[in-house]
T-cell receptor, first 112, second 114 residues
Framework: SQQGEEDPQALSIQEGENATMNCSYK?????LQWYRQNSGRGLVHLIL?????REKHSGRLRVTLDTSKKSSSLLITASRAADTASYFC????????????FGEGTQLTVNP | DTAVSQTPKYLVTQMGNDKSIKCEQN?????MYWYKQDSKKFLKIMFS???????INETVPNRFSPKSPDKAHLNLHINSLELGDSAVYFC?????????????FGSGTRLTVV
């Protein structure tokens, strides 16, 4: 299967709730990144966590990385309707050169 | 100012035609990419150029030919378009050295082959 599998594939929550998305990968990585894609738009870089880091925060975002389990999670706290988008994890491998390998994405819907 | 701009935004064309998509970045990045996003939103790298030199060439039909006249531009030319080429194509850029920074994506070109 593909590098960077994500779950759930779709998540629907109410405004104010927290949203958690998970990502798994298969090979050794240099870093893992999360991107957001609004419908019909390009990808926007949210946060990058290096392989020697375990947790990182940016505003309402919290990312964890467990290299022993080859997994990461993205937590969005106090969600807003404007957070509705697709969220992708992507890995930059140790040996894959300059490339991002993307997961399949999680479609997040935040209901007002 | 748009950091990574690609044109056109939409492209509708008939099978067999040849078309080009242009991409420019004003971030001073040394590496540029083309990604393809299919109808299921899966993103896959096609090509990568570092300082005008091809460094990644995935298993892409040779009907697809990238060209990088300078490190700020990476164009994609597609010959003999097929129905299966319909997708959204994204240009992106990053700084390869030092490593470990995010990529900046363009807004995409939606290609529809009819």
């Amino acid at each position: 299967s593909q590098q960077g599998e994500e779950d759930p594939q779709a998540l629907s929550i109410q405004e104010g709730e927290n949203a958690t998305m998970n990502c798994s990968y298969k090979t050794s990585i240099n870093n893992l990144q999360w991107y957001r894609q609004n419908s019909g738009r390009g990808l926007v870089h949210l946060i990058l966590i290096r392989s020697n880091e375990r947790e990182k925060h940016s505003g309402r975002l919290r990312v964890t990385l467990d290299t022993s389990k080859k997994s990461s999670s993205l937590l969005i706290t106090a969600s807003r309707a404007a957070d509705t988008a697709s969220y992708f994890c992507a890995t930059e491998g140790e040996t894959s050169g300059s490339r991002l390998t993307f997961g399949e994405g999680t479609q997040l819907t935040v209901n007002p | 100012d748009t950091a990574v701009s690609q044109t056109p935004k939409y492209l509708v064309t008939q099978m067999g035609n040849d078309k080009s998509i242009k991409c420019e970045q004003n971030l001073g990045h040394d590496t540029m990419y083309w990604y393809k996003q299919d109808s299921k939103k899966f993103l896959k790298i096609m090509f990568s150029y570092n300082n005008k030199e091809l460094i990644i060439n995935e298993t892409v039909p040779n009907r697809f030919s990238p060209k990088s006249p300078d490190k700020a531009h990476l164009n994609l030319h597609i010959n003999s378009l097929e129905l299966g080429d319909s997708a959204v194509y994204f240009c992106a850029s990053s700084q390869l050295r030092p490593p470990g920074y995010g990529y900046t994506f363009g807004s995409g070109t939606r290609l529809t082959v009819v």
